[in-house]
């Protein structure tokens, strides 16, 4: 059975940093001017030889995106169910050893959140838990879509992986789409930030898209937590991961995000600092390398990133977001998972992307039938 494991491991991760650190200033301009570009290419717009090119590359990076998607941004809103957890995670506000009040949401106050969230339009939410699968499992989240679809047209998950036959349940419940971070593609550092639980089984984290993939998910997202890692490396495992499931299952449409490290409670410093500049020339080079990938960037940005990159290949945004369980309405008290940057009200991120020209859209693509 094809997994990602399997081409992961013909990869040393210092011998992909090293060739990102050779790149040259000819390895990239031969990569602006390429017209397929490859992971090679890649390599070369994430290298320190490409940040002189930077405005170039956002360019051509603005360029390609409104080609490919229009004067548009799609719009979603997290909706956090639970913040109880199992796992140890040395970077999030839910592990398991943060002595905070848990709380997980009744059929109540999910309508409760989603009739505030409706209110402010949205179509599109994305469910978020913490890994606790005795409380939150498939049960638990089969009958939160079950009681959402009414609600919402596209409805996301971003929980504890599953196994490929519990995804098809919450595929055939109406579940559209489905994100799952690796956090870190190398597996030392991985197993340092994950200690304990069932996310320390850095193989089963992996295979996941491949287990959404044989499900026949509609949209799969993926990403790193940039800090834990060298960024460059992780983007490249990143990209290469994207390929991979692309070739693998190419009826399935993906997205990539790009968390940064933010402050929580317990704290956690990045090993790899990303500066904005380094966050905008990742972003340009995602979309330099494949015109058809969904872009996402949430409320972890402050607004003055957030206001300049959603002319330079965002396709999706979040906005007004809580990342606590009952956060909207419920219980606005209660712990969150990370601080968020960008505070603004649905409606001034909306105004501000009318005002610049772009229109902002509800919900994601219908499936066809």
Not at 27 to 37: E, I, T
Request: net charge neutral; hydrophobic share 35%.
């Amino acid at each position: 059975m094809t997994s990602f494991k399997h081409t992961l491991r013909k990869y040393s991760w210092d011998e992909v940093l090293q060739s990102i650190f050779s790149k040259t200033e000819a390895d990239v301009r031969s990569a602006l001017q390429s017209r397929k570009r490859d992971l090679e290419d890649f390599k070369a717009l994430i290298s320190p030889a490409a940040r002189p090119f930077l405005e170039q590359m956002a360019q051509q990076s603005k360029t390609i995106t409104k080609k490919r998607f229009g004067n548009t941004m799609q719009m979603y809103a997290p909706l956090y169910l639970s913040n109880e957890c199992q796992n140890i995670c040395t970077y999030c506000g839910f592990s398991m050893t943060n002595k905070i009040p848990r709380k997980t949401l009744s059929d109540a106050e999910i309508i409760k959140e989603a009739e505030f969230l409706k209110s402010k339009g949205y179509d599109h939410i994305l469910l978020v838990t913490g890994e606790a699968n005795k409380t939150v499992g498939v049960d638990y989240m089969c009958n939160a879509v079950k009681l959402l679809r009414p609600y919402f047209s596209n409805i996301s998950i971003e929980i504890q992986p599953l196994d490929q036959d519990e995804y098809e349940r919450l595929i055939e419940n109406g579940l559209y789409a489905t994100l799952v971070y690796q956090e870190t593609y190398h597996r030392e550092t991985y197993k340092i930030h994950h200690p304990k639980g069932k996310k320390s089984n850095f193989d089963y984290r992996l295979e996941t898209a491949d287990r959404l993939g044989r499900a026949g998910i509609h949209k799969i997202g993926i990403g790193a937590l940039f800090g834990l890692e060298d960024w460059r490396a992780d983007s490249f495992f990143t990209a290469l991961h994207l390929k991979y499931l692309q070739k693998n299952y190419w009826k399935t449409r993906y997205s990539i995000s790009f968390p940064r490290l933010r402050p929580f409670s317990g704290g956690l410093e990045p090993k790899v600092e990303m500066t904005d500049p380094d966050l905008l020339q990742v972003i340009c080079a995602y979309r330099l390398l494949d015109e058809e990938v969904e872009l996402s960037i949430s409320t972890r940005e402050n607004e003055i990133f957030r206001n300049n990159i959603v002319h330079l290949g965002i396709t999706s945004m979040s906005a007004e977001s809580k990342t606590n369980p009952g956060g909207y309405m419920v219980d606005p008290q209660s712990l969150e998972q990370f601080e968020i940057s960008d505070e603004r009200s649905t409606e001034i991120i909306a105004k501000m992307l009318s005002e610049t020209g772009i229109e902002p859209v509800w919900k994601d693509w219908e499936k066809s039938w």
